[in-house]
């Protein structure tokens, strides 16, 4: 192919010609990055998928441990009190029957504030909630701890008894926020295919904090007391500790797409309101599932019969967490008595592990590894029941730890 070039201003002779030879480039040179009219202007669906898992993976540890520590904190918070009975018995003035319905009120309002958490997490910021239950903890702490400074008791007996069992009263809705939300929260970021399938692990792994904040509430007050300084520092601490990491709770993101990240779950989800919309109108508005009520909740296969098992767990833990170290207090030193009823939530750790573990193994069965926990249970807590106040320190070590693992199962 021969070109001629018409003669311009600084440019060629006119007379000049020159032969152009195009040169085709092989494929394999042919720059990667070069759009064509044929190449696609996003990524496809697979590469997308493995960002957001990268994305999701990247950012779990975080959530793990941010709601690890707010639960932590609560149980932190909630356990320092019954380490500290005997002293306020003693040294306060407050009466055991006066305690016992601090108790009582307590888990009035935790049990229903349970219910009024989930909805409120469902409606609102799910990381608001728990910032909020962490704040209120705290400040009732040091309100109770006001009382004690100030002596309302002294002052008072009406006064002092109403105003112990009004901030409990709240003290239970404030730690309430702790379970739903933050196990929702949990849901939401470890909903890959690899979580599912260890979902058993990741979650016993993470129940161990609330034995863990048991057993620093434990570990704090035995501190404190040893130490020779006021029992009401076994308050004050955890009071500090549950508002510092509220600050931190507040910048979790609750929900992988508030991130962007689309998991397959949250993808039919979204295909499912889009085909709503198309068909009622622009105005949907993403509501989440439809709720359940309990009465169809019941009917789902073995609800009624694990609540039932789980109320019984909860009847002997509660039992315990709030009256061991109190009882233990009266056979040996508060100092000794609390790490005692520490190796309690010791036990439970490995208990919530174990379960997690071997339900995973079988498949998800989980009802014969329960029945089984709760007929050895019965044995150690008849025993319990018969000989603790005869039992020396090791026996009841070993005793403890072994009744933690089979209720933290």
């Known amino acids: 192919m021969v070109t001629k070039f018409h003669r ?4 060629l002779p006119l007379t000049a010609t020159y032969t152009y030879k195009p040169t085709r480039i092989p494929d394999h040179q042919h720059c990667p990055t070069m759009a064509s009219e044929t190449t696609s202007l996003v990524k496809n669906g697979k590469s997308d998928d493995e960002e957001n898992l990268r994305r999701l993976k990247g950012y779990q540890w975080w959530a793990f441990m941010v709601t690890f520590g707010g639960y932590f904190m609560s149980h932190f918070s909630r356990k320092c009190y019954s380490t500290v009975k005997q002293q306020l018995e003693k040294q306060a003035g407050y009466s055991p029957l006066i305690l016992s319905e601090m108790d009582t009120v307590f888990m009035g309002t935790y049990a229903a504030g349970n219910i009024i958490s989930g909805k409120l997490g469902d409606t609102f910021n799910p990381t608001t909630v728990l910032a909020i239950g962490l704040f209120g903890s705290g400040i009732c702490l040091f309100l109770i701890n ?11 007996v009406t006064l002092g008894n109403f105003f112990i069992i009004a901030v409990y009263f709240l003290f239970g809705f404030f730690q309430s926020t702790g379970g739903p939300v933050g196990t929702a929260v949990m849901g939401n970021w470890f909903c ?6 260890n979902r058993g692990l990741i979650f016993g792994l993470w129940t161990c904090h609330q034995y863990m904040g048991d057993i620093t509430a434990a570990v704090c007050t035995a501190i404190v007391l040893g ?3 006021s029992y009401w520092w076994a308050l004050f601490i955890p009071s500090v500790c549950n508002c510092s990491w509220a600050f931190l709770t507040m910048r979790l993101i609750a929900d992988p797409a508030d991130m962007g990240i689309i998991t397959p779950e949250v993808r039919i989800r979204m295909e499912k309101l889009a085909a709503k919309r198309a068909e009622e109108g622009a105005h949907v508005v993403d509501e989440g599932p439809a709720p ?3 009465a169809n909740a019941l009917r789902i296969p073995m609800v009624a019969q694990y609540a039932f098992a789980f109320g019984f767990f909860k009847l002997t833990n509660y039992v315990l967490f709030f009256w061991l170290p109190y009882f ?6 508060p100092v000794t008595a609390n790490l005692i009823a520490s190796l309690y939530s010791v036990g439970m750790m490995p208990g ?9 193994l079988f498949g998800g069965r989980r009802a014969s590894v329960i029945g089984t926990f709760m007929g050895a249970l019965f044995v150690f807590l008849f025993i319990f029941s018969r000989k603790s106040e005869e039992l020396t320190a090791i026996p009841l070590l070993i005793m403890l730890g072994i009744m933690g693992i089979l209720v933290g199962g």
């Open 8 to 11: 311009r201003k600084h440019h």
């Open 146 to 156: 006001v009382s004690l400074w100030y002596d309302f008791l002294g002052f008072s």
């Open 192 to 197: 890959d295919k690899k979580s599912v399938e």
């Open 227 to 229: 130490i020779g300084a």
């Open 292 to 294: 359940i009520t309990y």
């Open 328 to 333: 233990l207090g009266k056979h040996f030193d």
């Open 352 to 360: 919530g592990i174990i379960v997690g573990y071997v339900s995973d």
